[in-house]
């Protein structure tokens, strides 16, 4: 077991929260602050229990030095200290002088937000590359270092494995739950159990197939996945999403697990994605037809696999949801899921946000904030963000 932010005394002691701040920002405006939130608890644990509380976290990808001003976490700290109702005190500065000293005037029991850790990627690629140095410095800025961001735990960064390699650490109460959430889907889950696999590319969630197929009763496909599932079962499949690489797994896979793989049996297809829609069986798609979302047929015969299932994982959405027009098949799960009594666990990513936008934020046993890092665990594959805290 792992050490979390409980198993520590932080009264008088630097802690340093590393912490998902990697938020949706366009025009200098948070379009969604619900990493933010998220945080919360963690951060207002440590103060209340005494700390100095010292936020690290990354803000988008900085390639160049033009990046950095659209990626600046000055607007994340004014959010945080509206939601924490105290004052944030942000430094400007990665390293030196400056943050040393506001580290030093800080009080305990009181907040800093330190600038974006990937402000250091410019030069060498310090943050994503977790540069020894790097890493190094920043833990000998506190006395203890507690991993909340879980969005980044599939990643080697300085600002996780590099500061936990140099100081005591343990995860913080979002990392946590997230463990504890998503192993009711990995471990010993309540049978009988369904995985609902959407989104784009199969070679994404190939890793997935293999780690739970063999524990599932079912997996559900939808999304641009299935017509490579078709393809290579024969079906002229149009212009749809076609993931060439991925036809021989498709193949073996379909002939291996006959009765646990459902494909869809009818699609909305366009011929481009603004024109009219069409409703059509797999067998009746004409060449220039694209799949875009599942049909009707389809969403009855989820709905019937899903009924007695006592446990559901979800990754990836069912159509192109991001339209409108296409996002029939996500909805109608969504919605035939929510008012379940089942353990419905929603992935990060594309489908955390579509539960999020069409209204089931708390709907749902669990709605990961990391999709990569999700993909993984369910891959069962360790994430070294996590693997490096302390055990207890
Ligand atoms: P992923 O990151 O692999 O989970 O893919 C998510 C993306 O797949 C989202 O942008 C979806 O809109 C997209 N998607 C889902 N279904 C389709 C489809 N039938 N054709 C093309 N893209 C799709």
Known sequence: MKKTIRDFDLNNKKVIIRVDFNVPVKDNKILDDNRIV??????????DKGAKVILMSHLGRIKEEKDKEKNSLEIVAKRLSELLNREV?????????????????????EVLLMQNTRFEDLDGKKESSNDLELGKYWSSL???FINDAFGTSHRSHASNVGIASNLESGIGFLIEEEIEKLKLATDNPEKPFAVILGGAKVSDKIGVIKNLVDICDYILIGGGMVYTFLKSIGYNIGNSLLDSDSLEFCKEMLA??????????DSIVSKEFDKD????NNDCFDDDDIGLDIGQKSIEIFKNKLKDCNTVIWN?????????KYSNGTKEILKYLSDKDKIVIIGGGDTASAAINFGYKGAFTHISTGGGASLELLEGKKLPGIEIIDEK
């Not at 291996?256 to 049996?265: A, E």
């Open 142 to 144: 506190g006395d203890i």
């Open 89 to 109: 005190k942000f430094i400007n500065n990665t390293r030196g002088k400056e943050l040393e000293q506001a580290i030093n005037n800080l009080n305990f029991g």
């Open 38 to 47: 998220m945080s919360l608890k963690t951060i207002n644990y440590a103060l």
């Open 256 to 265: 291996k697990y006959n009765d646990k793989i459902i494909l869809p049996v």
């Open 277 to 280: 829609i069409t409703l059509k």
């Open 316 to 324: 990836g959405p069912l159509g192109y949801s991001e339209i409108e």
